[in-house]
């Protein structure tokens, strides 16, 4: 068996004395913990030790694994230069688990690192690792901005790469849980945070990782947590396989959710196959949309499919409402893959004859042209979903009273530089979030004068 054991572990620097000099005793039961992970990893004696922080190098769409014949790291910037960790990596795991990845069509590997430092969410766990045992290689990996399923799938990855080199493994997750738990806390408080706290644990204390998958982006984004996709790779890795959880500890006195919980794996179980079940409701909850989808997501949808399978632009169909052949207006088309986001380009004023080429334009470049993503491909277009806003005439506005974030977008300006947020968007939820973004978005200052102008929308499923 591969992968013995699994661990879910918090990285507060403090819990190293020399850090903490007697903080640490504030999170005693965190300590206590992790000692007794470290002493269970030393009776295991893995060959190799796989951890996953949220600290390590981090990007949207790659989840990124740590290259080279091995790194350093120490907590000189938590003024503890002595505390140091120096490890092997395993390369010949990096290198199985960079093939799984590229037969399973995961974004994933050893490229650009800009930082060979190991940090503080692998240091913390290692310490205490170390104090019971060493003789083993370490191997690194990050999370990323992709979405739960693709790092679910990532884990499985792991589990393949095991079995193929058949080492003796165990795998930690790092990561914190809430950071808003309280006034003291880094980020202040925030509603979200305790319960979000109390689901995870929940979930981890049980062994149900599908909890892990299904929690709402926005719900997590408002607590502010970081651990959530270490946990969920670590899931993966151990997909339709038995486990026995031991939730150890939680405590959060320093406004910040720390758990740890132990989880033994045993033979198969075909009941434990998250990602699949997963999939399969994000497919089911696709095809509903579809099955609704009006005559304007329907041209969205078909015009992004035409180019992307012929590399031709629709031809606009027969029977069209007078509004989509006859009306002008700026139209975004948003496009979203496993509830995030995957591409979204639109207009603020028309620039063509009709409603229905200005969506038929629109849908292509938000599929091929948005900056912030790779073109989407062929085998990504069952996974879809759409919408299309049709926008209203904007009217200027004098002050941030007159907008209603639910209700109107808003567009501000500083001569050629303009910026525009839609309305009802998750995660914003004032005028002045909304203002923001859109400066953000312009690259315009705050402290520069703007124009402001809003909108409604509206907005097609």
Request: one cysteine or more.
């Amino acid at each position: 068996m591969p992968i013995h054991a699994a661990f879910i572990v918090p990285h507060p620097p403090l819990i190293i004395p020399k850090i903490g000099r007697g903080e640490e005793k504030k999170i005693q039961n965190t300590v206590d913990a992790y000692e007794k992970i470290g002493q269970q990893i030393a009776e295991i004696k893995p060959q190799t030790i796989i951890v996953i922080s949220p600290h390590s190098i981090m990007y949207g769409d790659y989840i990124h694994i740590s290259p080279g014949p091995g790194g350093r790291g120490d907590m000189a910037r938590f003024h503890a230069e002595d505390v140091e960790i120096k490890k092997k990596y395993d390369s010949s795991f990096i290198f199985a688990l960079c093939e799984a990845v590229k037969r399973n069509g995961i974004s994933a590997g050893t490229n650009g690192e800009k930082d060979a430092t190991i940090d503080h969410g692998v240091l913390v766990p290692l310490y205490f690792v170390e104090k019971y045992y060493t003789d083993y290689e370490l191997v690194r990996i990050s999370i990323s901005g992709l979405s739960p399923l693709e790092h679910y799938r990532f884990g499985q990855c792991i589990a393949q790469a095991a079995e193929l080199l058949n080492r003796s493994i165990v795998i930690i997750a790092s990561g914190d849980l809430s950071h808003k738990l309280g006034k003291g806390s880094p980020y202040g408080f925030a509603e979200e945070g305790p319960v979000f706290d109390r689901q995870i644990t929940k979930a981890m204390a049980s062994g149900n990782f599908m909890d892990f998958l299904t929690f709402e982006e926005s719900f997590t984004e408002a607590a502010a947590e970081c651990g959530l996709r270490s946990f969920i790779e670590m899931a993966g890795a151990l997909d339709g396989r038995k486990v026995s959880p031991s939730f150890l500890s939680y405590e959060g006195p320093f406004g910040v959710g720390y758990a740890a919980c132990v989880y033994e794996v045993d033979g198969p179980d075909e009941t434990r196959h998250f990602g699949d079940r997963l999939e399969n409701q994000q497919k089911q909850k696709v095809q509903t949309l579809r099955g609704n989808e009006d005559v304007y997501v329907q041209l969205a949808r078909e015009s992004l499919e035409t180019y992307i399978k012929t590399g031709r632009g629709l031809v606009r169909p027969g029977g069209l409402s007078y509004e989509l052949l006859h009306k002008e207006a700026g139209v975004f088309v948003s496009i979203k893959k496993n509830g995030q986001l995957r591409g979204c380009i639109g207009t603020i004023a028309p620039v063509e004859t009709c409603i229905a080429d200005e969506i038929i334009r629109n849908a292509v470049s938000a599929g091929t042209q948005d900056p912030r993503f790779g073109t989407v491909t062929e085998d990504e277009l069952h996974s879809l979903v759409y919408s299309v806003d049709v926008l209203s005439e904007p009217e200027p506005i004098s002050s941030m009273d007159q907008l209603d974030v639910k209700r109107y977008g808003v567009i501000v300006a500083n001569g050629i530089r303009r910026g525009l947020l839609l309305p009802n968007l998750e995660g914003v939820d004032t005028p002045k979030q909304q203002v923001d973004i859109a400066l953000q978005k312009a690259g315009i200052s705050a402290c520069e004068t703007y124009s402001m102008e809003r909108f409604e929308v509206v907005r097609h499923k």
